[in-house]
């Protein structure tokens, strides 16, 4: 189960609350994109982010002088938010229209990766994340590159879930309404590869669709 907080706790549409961990964990496996907030001396603050899960943790990195960056590893406490849109909800009246989406936020401070090797293995674990089997093609981040990144972690162990994908609602007086009611799906597709133009005709070209099962396209 998620953590039950006063942060967490979901009080709108609190039906649409998810409280398995896998969901979680999924919502952040797919989306890859953090809104990260923080509020600094000029005020808030929401920035986006690069973003991937190892295990128990989510993980940002970015330059050693980034403003973010620097914020963040004073361990101040800051929210992290994903965001799936799935697609319009279309009713018979014009209040009642939605959307399908998936959300997740987390809570905490972040800690600050600080051995190169640890750092090496979860940016790796990015990299083949998105594209299974690239570390073994590519060159690898040496210790002048290490050293000039910073990487954060936050434990995912105060977070929220919400999941809004239910039937069209209409009130009674409305289904007589003439107005076609529904859904508009959206659908993120993924690929196919386009090659660099400075790239040889004698490299192969990799195949990554296994990050991205249906969502893959030839």
Not at 125 to 153: C, M, W, Y
Request: proline letters at 6%; hydrophobic letters at 40%.
């Amino acid at each position: 189960m998620l953590s039950h907080t006063e942060r967490t706790q979901i009080r709108k549409a609190a039906h649409k609350a998810v409280q398995e961990p896998q969901a979680l964990y999924d919502i952040i496996d797919e989306s890859l994109m953090a809104h990260v907030a923080i509020c600094d001396a000029h005020g808030p603050v929401v920035i986006p982010m690069l973003a991937w899960r190892v295990d128990e943790y989510v993980y940002i990195h970015g330059a050693n002088n980034s403003r973010l960056i620097r914020h963040l590893k004073q361990a101040e406490q800051s929210c992290l938010t994903f965001t799936l849109f799935d697609g319009w909800v279309l009713a018979r009246s014009a209040f009642h229209h939605s959307a399908h989406y998936r959300s997740a936020l987390v809570f905490g401070p972040f800690e600050t990766v600080e051995d190169n090797a640890e750092k090496d293995r979860v940016l790796n674990h990015f990299v083949e994340q998105i594209a299974p089997g690239r570390t073994q093609d590519v060159r690898l981040g040496n210790d002048k590159e290490l050293t000039a990144t910073s990487v954060l972690r936050m434990p995912l162990t105060e977070a929220s879930v919400k999941i809004s994908n239910g039937p069209v609602h209409d009130d009674r007086a409305d289904l007589a309404v003439p107005a076609w009611a529904g859904f508009i799906p959206y659908r993120t597709v993924v690929g196919p590869l386009k090659a660099a133009a400075d790239l040889h005709e004698s490299v192969p070209t990799p195949d990554y669709s296994a990050a991205y099962g249906s969502r893959w396209v030839k």
